[in-house]
């Protein structure tokens, strides 16, 4: 597990006045500019956003430093990243996306399915998109109890007990 979790992200520009576009992807969204100060995946810059009110898609925000849309639109596509000791502590059956992305996949009977590639979420339940073991292609699997039964943090993988046709190997 990684000591900086992505929190949101700077969409780019937001007027002419040096304010930003700001996606969150916290549970509550408003809670991305209380982490701070927030930095860049290298830990190079540090933000401190100020959320001015919400727009599409997230918020217009303003960081002290920039001043102009030319030095907002610099930033654009700047991950934001919190330290994980900013963040609050998740109950038993919850996990930060970025702990999940890397875990390998095993199905019930320990056989090798991929590796969480990325944690989707289009408006129901979270999906794992799945980088199939010895192949380019990908699946999804559905982040339910019933779909993934256990989480195994500590030893980096996943015991998931796919749907039928959810993913190639699981109808072998």
Same mark, same amino acid.
């Given at each position: 597990?990684?000591?900086?979790?992505?929190?949101?992200?700077?969409?780019?520009?937001?007027?002419?006045?040096?304010?930003?576009?700001?996606?969150?992807?916290?549970?509550? /969204?408003?809670?991305?500019?209380?982490?701070? /100060?927030?930095?860049?995946?290298?830990?190079?810059?540090?933000?401190?956003?100020?959320?001015?009110?919400?727009?599409?898609?997230?918020?217009?925000?303003?960081?002290?430093?920039?001043?102009?849309?030319?030095?907002?639109?610099?930033?654009?596509?700047?991950?934001?990243?919190?330290?994980?000791?900013?963040?609050?502590?998740?109950?038993?059956?919850?996990?930060?996306?970025?702990? #999940?992305?890397?875990?390998?996949?095993?199905?019930?009977?320990?056989?090798?399915?991929?590796?969480?590639?990325?944690?989707?979420?289009?408006?129901?339940?979270?999906?794992?998109?799945?980088?199939?073991?010895?192949?380019?292609?990908?699946?999804?699997?559905?982040?339910?109890?019933?779909?993934?039964?256990?989480?195994?943090?500590?030893?980096?993988?996943?015991?998931?007990?796919?749907?039928?046709?959810? #993913? /190639?190997?699981?109808?072998?």
């Amino acid at each position: 597990m990684s000591d900086l979790v992505c929190v949101g992200a700077i969409a780019g520009a937001y007027g002419v006045r040096g304010e930003l576009r700001v996606k969150s992807y916290c549970a509550a /969204p408003e809670d991305v500019a209380t982490y701070g /100060p927030l930095t860049d995946e290298g830990s190079t810059r540090k933000f401190t956003l100020a959320l001015l009110h919400p727009i599409k898609n997230g918020f217009a925000a303003r960081i002290a430093e920039v001043a102009t849309k030319e030095e907002a639109d610099a930033l654009k596509g700047t991950a934001l990243y919190a330290r994980r000791d900013q963040l609050p502590t998740l109950p038993d059956d919850e996990f930060y996306h970025a702990d #999940l992305i890397g875990l390998a996949v095993h199905d019930t009977g320990g056989v090798l399915l991929g590796k969480v590639k990325s944690v989707q979420n289009h408006g129901a339940d979270d999906l794992l998109e799945v980088q199939l073991a010895g192949s380019s292609d990908t699946a999804f699997l559905p982040f339910t109890k019933a779909g993934v039964p256990t989480v195994d943090l500590g030893a980096g993988r996943i015991v998931a007990d796919p749907p039928m046709g959810a #993913l /190639p190997e699981a109808e072998a």
